[in-house]
């Protein structure tokens, strides 16, 4: 008993003898430096299919305002949508070998295999917002199922009794994931619904001029259309002009998604979208940000840590919008 009592008062001692060493001088954080050497001198090329885009703007800006000062280089290729450019853009990024490569995917086949090789090479690959059919070791960005299944619930919502019950969906471009990925979320909650009749299954390639002669010719054969979901802010303004244009008898509900830029919310403020998923890519940016840091830090074998980070949604409409509902463009441009 008495020996436990001194291993006890030697334990006190030692604490007090800590404490006080500590607030005389302060206690060194065992993290802080192996933090920041994890990104000196690091280098990370991004493709992204255009700098024209404001979610790749706010995207770019934001990693960069989050990583540069810790001293990561940050190079970025922008492949104009075209498939062939990007190809020989990540191509030359493998040769450069950096620290990490972001890849922004056309579609779901044109990069798989150099994203591959890329990994196979020991270059980790960060897929951002559209996703390719090879699994790379981390993927930020959009569950686009959950935005077709928040897309077609605000159609079955909308389109209740009283309704015609009739509804369309203008893809863009087919083989995009967020495309063929967000057209598999809206048949899950329509299987479910076998009330509602799509009339129309179409895609405009992303192609604002394309939606709206495209849904003028969808009222012009069905006047009393119920509502329409599109898959792109972008294009989905064609929707919403081509209904405002037509001034139907009865209401059409127009769904769109996107990042949450500012013009979003005036389209929601003008009518142009009913309801609008949003995803906010500046906080896509941090999330890209993270998971950079992460696989940075980590050191892992390429193929031995893959994760997702999904955006968070929201759903606007002219009744729960406020100022802080989107983001401004301006503050993103590069």
């Known amino acids: 008993m008495k020996a436990l009592k001194r291993i006890l008062a030697v334990a006190a001692l030692s604490a007090v003898s800590t404490l006080a060493f500590a607030q005389k001088d302060g206690i060194v ?23 024209g885009l404001d979610l790749s703007q706010a995207w770019v800006s934001t990693i960069r305002r989050d990583l540069e000062p810790l001293g990561v280089k940050i190079n970025v290729r922008d492949y104009g949508w075209k498939p062939d450019v990007g190809a020989q853009a990540l191509t030359s990024m493998i040769a450069e070998e950096p620290d990490i490569m972001v890849v922004h995917n056309v579609d779901v086949t044109s990069f798989a295999r150099l994203i591959k090789r890329a990994e196979s090479a020991g270059i980790p690959v960060v897929q951002l917002n559209t996703k390719a059919i090879y699994t790379s070791s981390a993927y930020v960005g959009v569950d686009w199922t959950e935005i077709g299944e928040r897309a077609a619930e605000t159609l079955v919502k ?8 009739k509804v369309a969906i203008m893809q863009g471009a087919v083989t995009d994931p967020a495309s063929t990925y967000q057209l598999r979320g809206v048949n899950n ?11 129309s299954d179409q895609a405009a390639d ?5 939606a709206y002669a495209i849904t ?9 259309l119920c509502g329409i979901t599109g898959f792109w802010d972008g294009m989905d303004v064609g929707i919403g002009n081509a209904v405002l244009d037509a001034k139907p008898a009865q209401p059409v509900t127009v769904v769109s998604s996107g990042g949450g830029a500012t013009s979003a919310c005036d389209n929601v403020k003008k009518g142009v979208f009913t ?23 980590q050191k892992l074998d390429v193929g031995t840590g893959q994760f997702y980070l999904y955006s968070k949604l929201d759903v606007i409409d002219k009744d729960n919008l406020t100022p802080q509902s989107c983001w401004d463009l301006n503050d993103y441009k590069q």
Not at 38 to 48: E, G, L, N
Not at 158 to 165: E, K, L, Q, V
Not at 216 to 224: E, K, M, N, S, V
Not at 276 to 291: C, K, R
């Open 206 to 210: 992303w192609d604002s001029s394309k």
């Open 29 to 51: 954080d065992p993290g802080r430096q192996p933090y920041y050497d994890a990104f000196k001198d690091k280098t990370i090329s991004i493709a992204v299919a255009t700098m």
């Open 158 to 165: 909308a389109c209740g009794d009283g309704t015609s019950r």
């Open 275 to 297: 309801h609008y998923v949003t995803f906010n890519a500046p906080l896509q940016g941090h999330d890209l940000s993270s998971a950079l840091k992460t696989i940075l830090q």
């Open 216 to 224: 003028t010719t969808i009222l012009r054969q069905h006047p009393d």
């Open 189 to 199: 909650v329509l299987q479910k619904h076998p009330e509602i009749t799509v009339v």
